[in-house]
């Protein structure tokens, strides 16, 4: 209940609002002085000592009562139903400081979620051709649309005639097209609209443009609406590539357009209030005003339909406003809204909606971790047995960071739960032999250890490394890969099968049907961005919930691995094993490439070897096929006839594989032409020089990896990148980025930055839901507070079981689709 004299300010401006809306908002045409009776009201209710939320509705009121006795009769009435709102939220309880949300039955829930997955098709003013752009763009459904959020917020809630524009300023100001042509300036070419309105001229430029489409787009006589920063140049205001919005010409092919004036309806949209800008793709951003319409209809018939359950305490605590408000608000927002906010993804409508994907991402990752947890495993006696004597065969002593990641893992394998343990290093770190210490503690128990490699070569590469250790201890081990025939697999399957073999190395192919083990203890999976989460659970599977360890060497920030791997324990190995030489890293063009022959053979002459990198582009395996060949062809004739040049690509047999890297090993073969199979986890101390070419082409992660074949043994080396012109902005920047650092953690920020994580890690691949809002780096303070929440939510309720948080729960299975396994949550 409100205080005494709010109720009655209440009361007040209850009544003209219910004649207002009598008899079908016909009464409209009858109410009068509704302004100056609702602004004597206000004046009494602001002097009250009221929350800031009520300050805020009754400033929202007066901002829709301004002007109102003026308007036209569509436009009351879309004010009135704006007011009737406002009143609604006023009256609610002040106990809870934020509008109240109804809590909506279960039928009702039901039936929102069914009439948010309506096509939108089905939304007026959705034609054919739009709906095939929207298809593109992936929305679907009106909730996709509501998703749709705008690209841009620009402000007009005043517009400027021309004399009013102030210079330094970010400005709306509206006119009409007096010219259009290209101009230039000295060598610069620009595109340059004149503006007129009654009080002045103002010029449009735009320095890079594309001059047929820009001449094709405004006629003489048009009327635009723009905005942006405004300069003086030679005494005459002009805006750089206006935001900019054409208002007649849409107008006509719009079936509700053709009026003579805009209906008074679409002036609330698109004029005098906080407009949004929708995306930029073909086809949309030329129907600015199209789209606008089409969202302004789905967010007002389906906004409100929006709810994802989340508790209404953590709501509170989090300052959340209901996800409907945030859908409204971040389409249309209110007059007083902040615009810097909005066009940061900062303001409370934007911080709702990431903080709701955070929520239900990590609601998952909690259920993930806590469902492990729960489980029981294999507690493995420990008995060193194997390991020790492994120890004493080693011609190094392990760093101080494997031996402390070790005990880490020891400690998860006593324990009778399974383990899910994250173990990161950077290329060169020493994982390998951390993962065989590892299985050897689940061997030494009587289990099995498997250990999957994203490729063919890796995983022969593992094996070679392996095999001779571990047969020095009597036990046997063996590769599993798809390019075994029929015959060796099935009889390695009976093999295994009968647990004689002790430890199996493989690809993928080890966790395809029909590859059963006696006892599997201990899953190793390495290079684990390679792999999905669901990779990982199948290989899971072929024991009975054993441990499982991934290790990767793509260093994750630790925020973001912690959400990426949340159901994980993260392990780091920090340090490299001692006596590693520096990596130069330089970068050439083709014209230089005679330079980089130069250094080749030179070191060659020293006595070391050398790898030269071709890149897989998409699709085109064949074409650099052939160029690596051709390429160790002219090497070998022309340039090096003294050295001896091997090739080794993916196509090649695993004994022709395994030939060639033994070769290259025993320095038989001096410089080694490859395609991109070399790019994780082969191991060759004396290779001193790194040549990869096309390099703009590479990711800098894959950049890093490759680098990282060379600079294990003493000797200084070098990382050769030939790159070719045309770069990009974003080659040009990866190639500085490797010139600068070897620090693969740095390097991992850098390409974080550059790319995004959701290209770095991909949430299709990783398993994670999808975000359509959130971004990992911008908003990484949320994604802790989320996480902080959801942990706190599962620890009280493990299973999701408690009533109120059933609609939370359907709205987990939801974003996950099945990518969760739900089992225990039923
Ligand atoms: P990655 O972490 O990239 O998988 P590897 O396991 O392939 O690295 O190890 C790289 C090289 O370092 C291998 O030749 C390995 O034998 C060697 N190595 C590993 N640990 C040590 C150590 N503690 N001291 C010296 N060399 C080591
Ligand atoms: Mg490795």
């Given at each position: 209940m409100a205080?005494p004299?709010?109720?009655q300010i209440l009361?007040?401006?209850?009544?003209?609002?219910?004649?207002?809306?009598?008899?079908?908002?016909?009464?409209?045409?009858t109410?009068?002085g509704?302004?100056?009776?609702?602004?004597l009201?206000?004046e009494?209710a602001?002097?009250?000592?009221?929350?800031q939320?009520r300050?805020?509705?009754?400033n929202?009121l007066?901002?829709q009562i301004?002007?109102?006795?003026?308007?036209?009769?569509?436009?009351?009435k879309?004010?009135v139903?704006?007011i009737?709102?406002?009143y609604?939220?006023?009256?609610?309880?002040?106990?809870?400081?934020?509008p109240?949300?109804p809590?909506?039955?279960q039928?009702?829930?039901?039936q929102?979620h069914?009439?948010?997955?309506?096509?939108?098709?089905?939304?007026?003013?959705?034609?054919?051709?739009?709906?095939a752009?929207?298809?593109k763009?992936n929305i679907?459904?009106?909730?996709?649309?509501?998703?749709?959020?705008?690209?841009?917020?620009?402000?007009r809630?005043?517009?400027?005639?021309?004399s009013q524009?102030?210079v330094?300023?970010?400005?709306?100001?509206?006119?009409?097209?007096?010219r259009?042509?290209?101009?230039?300036y000295?060598?610069?070419?620009?595109?340059?609209?004149?503006?007129?309105?009654e009080?002045?001229?103002?010029?449009?430029?735009?320095?890079?443009f594309?001059?047929r489409?820009?001449?094709?787009?405004?006629?003489?006589?048009?009327?635009?609406?723009?905005?942006g920063?405004?300069?003086?140049?030679?005494?005459?205001?002009?805006?750089?590539?206006?935001?900019?919005?054409?208002?007649?010409?849409?107008?006509?092919t719009?079936?509700?357009?053709?009026?003579?004036?805009?209906p008074?309806?679409?002036?609330?949209?698109?004029?005098?209030?906080?407009?949004?800008?929708y995306?930029?793709?073909e086809g949309l951003?030329?129907?600015?005003?199209?789209?606008?319409?089409?969202?302004?209809?789905?967010?007002?018939?389906f906004?409100?339909?929006?709810?994802?359950?989340?508790?209404?305490?953590?709501?509170?605590?989090?300052?959340?406003i209901?996800?409907?408000?945030?859908?409204?608000?971040?389409?249309?927002?209110?007059?007083e809204?902040?615009?810097?906010?909005?066009?940061?993804?900062?303001?409370?409508?934007?911080?709702?909606?990431?903080?709701?994907?955070?929520?239900f991402?990590?609601?998952?990752?909690?259920?993930?971790?806590s469902?492990?947890?729960?489980?029981?495993?294999i507690?493995?006696?420990?008995?060193?047995?194997?390991?020790n004597q492994?120890?004493?065969?080693?011609p190094?002593?392990?760093?101080?960071?494997?031996?402390r990641?070790?005990?880490?893992?020891e400690?998860d394998?006593?324990?009778?739960?399974?383990m899910?343990?994250l173990?990161?290093?950077?290329?060169g770190?020493g994982?390998?032999?951390?993962?065989?210490?590892?299985?050897?503690?689940?061997?030494?128990?009587?289990?099995?250890?498997?250990?999957?490699?994203?490729?063919?070569?890796?995983?022969?590469?593992?094996?070679?490394?392996?095999?001779?250790?571990?047969?020095?201890?009597?036990?046997?081990?063996?590769l599993?890969?798809?390019?075994?025939k029929?015959?060796q697999?099935e009889?390695?399957g009976?093999?295994?099968?009968a647990g004689t073999?002790?430890m199996?190395?493989?690809?993928?192919?080890l966790i395809?049907e029909?590859?059963e083990?006696?006892?599997?203890?201990?899953?190793?999976?390495?290079?684990?961005?390679?792999?999905?989460?669901l990779?990982?659970?199948?290989l899971?599977?072929?024991?009975?919930?054993?441990?499982?360890l991934?290790m990767?060497a793509?260093?994750?920030?630790?925020t973001?691995?912690m959400?990426?791997?949340?159901?994980?324990?993260?392990?780091?190995?920090?340090?490299?094993?001692?006596?590693?030489?520096?990596?130069?890293t330089?970068?050439?063009n083709?014209?230089?490439?005679?330079?980089?022959?130069?250094?080749?053979?030179?070191?060659?002459?020293k006595?070391?070897?050398?790898?030269?990198?071709?890149?897989?582009?998409e699709?085109?395996?064949?074409?650099d096929?052939?160029?690596?060949?051709?390429?160790?062809?002219h090497l070998?004739?022309?340039?090096?006839?003294?050295?001896?040049?091997?090739l080794?690509?993916?196509?090649?047999?695993?004994?022709e594989?395994?030939?060639?890297?033994?070769?290259?090993k025993s320095?038989?073969?001096?410089?080694?032409?490859?395609?991109?199979?070399?790019?994780?986890?082969?191991?060759?101390p004396?290779?001193?020089?790194?040549?990869?070419?096309?390099?703009?082409?590479?990711?800098?992660?894959?950049l890093?990896?490759l680098?990282?074949?060379?600079?294990?043994?003493?000797?200084?080396?070098?990382?050769?990148?030939?790159?070719?012109?045309?770069?990009?902005?974003e080659?040009q920047?990866r190639?500085?980025?490797?010139?600068q650092?070897t620090d693969?953690?740095?390097?991992?920020?850098?390409?974080?930055?550059?790319?995004?994580?959701?290209e770095?890690?991909?949430?299709?691949?990783?398993?994670?839901?999808?975000?359509?809002?959130a971004?990992?780096v911008?908003?990484?303070?949320l994604l802790g507070?989320?996480?902080?929440?959801?942990?706190?939510?599962?620890s009280?309720d493990?299973?999701?079981?408690?009533?109120?948080?059933l609609?939370?729960?359907?709205?987990l299975?939801?974003?996950?689709?099945g990518?969760?396994e739900?089992?225990t949550?039923?």
């Open positions: 205080p004299e709010l109720q009361e007040a401006i209850e009544k003209p609002l219910l004649f207002a809306s009598g008899h079908d908002y016909s009464n409209l045409k109410l009068k509704l302004e100056p009776y609702m602004a009201w206000l009494k602001l002097i009250l000592p009221l929350s939320r300050q805020d509705l009754f929202r007066r901002t301004k002007g109102f006795d003026e308007m036209g009769l569509a436009l009351k879309a004010r139903l704006e009737q709102k406002i609604n939220d006023l009256k609610c309880d002040d106990s809870a400081p934020l109240c949300q809590w909506p039955t039928a009702e829930f039901h929102h069914k009439d948010l997955h309506t096509s939108i098709q089905f939304i007026k003013g959705v034609g054919p051709r739009l709906s752009i929207l298809k763009k679907l459904t009106v909730e996709d649309a509501l998703y749709f959020l705008p690209r841009a917020y620009q402000d809630r005043q517009i400027k005639t021309i524009l102030t330094g300023k970010m400005e709306t100001v509206m006119g009409t097209v007096l259009a042509d290209m101009s230039y000295g060598k610069r070419r620009t595109f340059e609209l004149a503006i007129g309105d009080t002045g001229t103002l010029a449009a430029k735009w320095f890079n594309n001059p489409y820009m001449k094709g787009r405004f006629r003489k006589g048009m009327r635009l609406i723009l905005s920063e405004v300069r003086l140049f030679q005494f005459q205001k002009e805006i750089h590539h206006p935001e900019l919005e054409i208002i007649e010409e849409e107008e006509q719009h079936q509700e357009g053709t009026q003579t004036g805009p008074a309806k679409e002036e609330s949209i698109h004029f005098g209030r906080i407009v949004p800008v995306s930029e793709t951003y030329q129907r600015q005003r199209l789209i606008r319409r089409i969202m302004k209809n789905v967010s007002d018939l906004a409100q339909k929006a709810f994802s359950g989340i508790p209404e305490e953590v709501c509170q605590r989090q300052n959340l209901p996800l409907s408000e945030a859908f409204r608000k971040a389409h249309f927002p209110d007059a809204d902040n615009i810097t906010l909005l066009n940061e993804g900062k303001s409370p409508a934007h911080r709702r909606l990431i903080f709701d994907e955070f929520f991402l990590e609601i998952g990752l909690a259920l993930r971790r469902g492990a947890v729960m489980e029981t495993g507690a493995f006696p420990v008995t060193h047995l194997y390991t492994l120890r004493q065969l080693l190094f002593a392990l760093t101080p960071a494997q031996e990641v070790l005990s880490e893992i400690s394998m006593r324990q009778p739960h399974p899910n343990r173990l990161q290093g950077d290329v770190s994982k390998t032999i951390v993962a065989l210490i590892a299985g050897l503690m689940a061997i030494e128990g009587g289990y099995q250890m498997a250990l999957m490699a994203p490729t063919e070569i890796l995983a022969e590469q593992h094996f070679l490394n392996i095999r001779p250790l571990v047969e020095k201890l009597g036990l046997r081990t063996a599993l890969t798809s390019s075994l029929k015959s697999k009889s390695l009976k093999e295994i099968r073999i002790h199996v190395i493989g690809t993928h192919a395809q029909g590859v083990f006696h006892r599997l203890g201990l899953a190793i999976i390495d290079e684990q961005h390679k792999f999905g989460v990779q990982r659970a199948n899971k599977k072929k024991g009975y919930n054993p441990d499982v991934v990767t793509t260093p994750i920030p630790r973001l691995a959400t990426l791997y949340g159901d994980l324990e993260i392990s780091v190995i920090d340090q490299l094993p001692p006596g590693r030489g520096t990596i130069t330089r970068v050439f083709e014209k230089e490439r005679f330079r980089v022959y130069r250094i080749l053979r030179e070191e060659i002459s006595g070391k070897q050398a790898y030269v990198v071709y890149p897989l582009v699709e085109s395996e064949r074409l096929l052939k160029d690596a060949t051709q390429m160790a062809k070998q004739r022309d340039i090096f006839p003294e050295f001896k040049v091997g080794i690509h993916g196509r090649l047999k695993s004994e594989k395994e030939t060639i890297m033994a070769d290259f320095q038989r073969i001096h410089i080694l032409v490859s395609t991109i199979v070399i790019e994780v986890g082969i191991d060759v004396n290779a001193s020089v790194m040549v990869i070419e096309h390099a703009e082409r590479f990711g800098l992660s894959q890093h990896q680098r990282g074949r060379v600079g294990r043994g003493k000797a200084p080396s070098q990382c050769l990148l030939i790159a070719q012109y045309p770069r990009t902005e080659a920047q190639l500085r980025v490797m010139e650092t693969g953690f740095q390097i991992a920020e850098e390409d974080l930055s550059i790319r995004g994580p959701g770095l890690l991909g949430t299709q691949q990783s398993g994670l839901p999808d975000f359509r809002v971004n990992f911008r908003d990484v303070h507070e989320a996480r902080k929440e959801a942990f706190s939510t599962i009280r493990p299973i999701l079981s408690l009533p109120e948080h609609f939370m729960k359907e709205t299975k939801e974003r996950w689709k990518r969760l739900l089992a949550i039923g």
